[in-house]
């Protein structure tokens, strides 16, 4: 791979945003994302940490799987690929291409947990017996989403592959 010459401001940038999105990333996995009320009485709130816990505890393994995966293991995966590659990117080995190129193809997927949550959203707010509440845990994790992708495909510009 060949290296477009990286400027300190610009080093440094990108490993603000990397850390912006780390700690978007844990606020959004741990704070409340959504509170379900249906009737008057009943209500939920819900985290992503306690919907895996409560998907694993109800034995919905598949789901609580899945759910791991995209919207914890891989975004947090991703985040540290990210910053490996970006600092090292004097010395950068084979084996961090093929990472770093297996990480840009699953990039595209990086929305598939946002899209859930707003289904959800919109199937509840569909009942008229229910009602959901936003929390700042749903923006956290939007927000670590996007900049996750942004920082990915600046990275992309500056590695590219020898001809």
Known sequence: MTITPISGREQSVVNALLLAAALALVFGIFAPMLTLQKLVFITNTFSLYSGVVALFREGQLILC??????SIVLPGMKIVVLFSVW???????????????????LNKW????????????????????????????LYAFAVAVVL???????????LKPVP
């Open 110 to 137: 990086s929305m598939l947990d946002v899209f859930v949550v707003a289904v959800l959203l919109a199937s509840v707010k569909l009942g008229a017996l229910a009602s959901v509440e936003v929390h700042a845990g």
């Open 87 to 105: 600092n090292r990117c004097r010395s950068f080995s084979d084996s961090e291409a093929k990472l770093f190129h297996w990480l840009s193809l």
């Open 148 to 158: 996750i992708m942004l920082v990915t495909h600046r990275v992309k510009r500056v």
């Open 65 to 70: 799987l899945i759910i791991l995966g995209f």
